[in-house]
């Protein structure tokens, strides 16, 4: 039988480097009044003997795991069908790995699962929380506030300014009337779909709106109705973000309104749903129908047939962008100034014209 292999040590660093254990821990664990020179001697002694910290000890002098917990607030049936959540992901994972941060994904499969999120958090494994997804009347909000821990919301939560509480005023039980979060211009970017069909000459514009219990979807539908604020109401149909559900609402609103002549959908998969069933009822796109997606999520939207006009939000900066946030915060403290401030992010979109619009 082989005999272990012993990890190097603070003590064997220190030798190596010809400085104090103190001294060592100090480079090791970011501390500063370390000079240049002492610095490069540790940091070389590291390199050639392999050292790797302990984290559990490493924790008890900073404080800090190097762990962020990435929350969605979806099951995962939902999180691996849809290209958006990996996008995301993405972005996140850079901006954390960038800065020697573990990323730790927790789902919700359903409400039962919050008050696990809530344990988990609460019971110091993680730095701070990036949240995403989360619908109205969820209670994440108010669990990972009473968690104490530090966190950045993608998109903006329906409480940050009040106009999505479910009573004027009031925020989801214990969370924060305000908010760090990093959104889309989704509102402008409805607009700007609309107003490119109505520029067709289209003037029977029907929308598919996504779950109306998440910000994103009512900001689109706000947006379709700054363009159109007389469309017959016959003409809006609530999807659920899934090709399912844009297959659903195409089929709804072409029984409702055989005569409609255009569609926006507030995402990409919804939009490739309607126009499978487009094509189905025979319906030629854009000669007929034209079509306008959202998110602009390549594998989506330069494959769908003809490939997609959509609105482009930059999915992976904004992931990106909330862990910048969020280890901006961790490094300032709770008792820094501005590291409680309420900061909201957003982000612009553009059109992109493909073949469907």
Known sequence: MSEAVSRPTLEAVAARAGVSRATVSRVV???????EPLVERVRRAVEELGYVPNQAARSLVTKRHDAVAVVIAEPETRVFADPFFALQLRGISKELTAHDNQLVLLLTEDRDDHARVGRYLAGGHVDGALVFSLHLDDALPGLIQGAGVP????GRPGWSDGSLSQAPGSTPAGASPTAVYVDSDNRGGAREAVRHLVGLGRSRIAHIAGALDQTSAVDRLDGFRDVVADADPRLIVEGDFTPAGGERAMRELLDRCPDLD?????????????LRVLRERGRRVPDDVAVVGFDDMLPIAEQTDPPLTTIRQDIEQMGRLMARLLLRRLRRGPGEAGAEAATGVVLSTTLVRRASA
């Open 262 to 274: 255009a569609v926006f959908a507030a995402n990409d998969l919804m939009a490739s749903g309607a």
């Open 151 to 154: 966190t950045v919301f993608g």
């Open 29 to 35: 664990n970011g501390g500063d009044g370390v000079r």
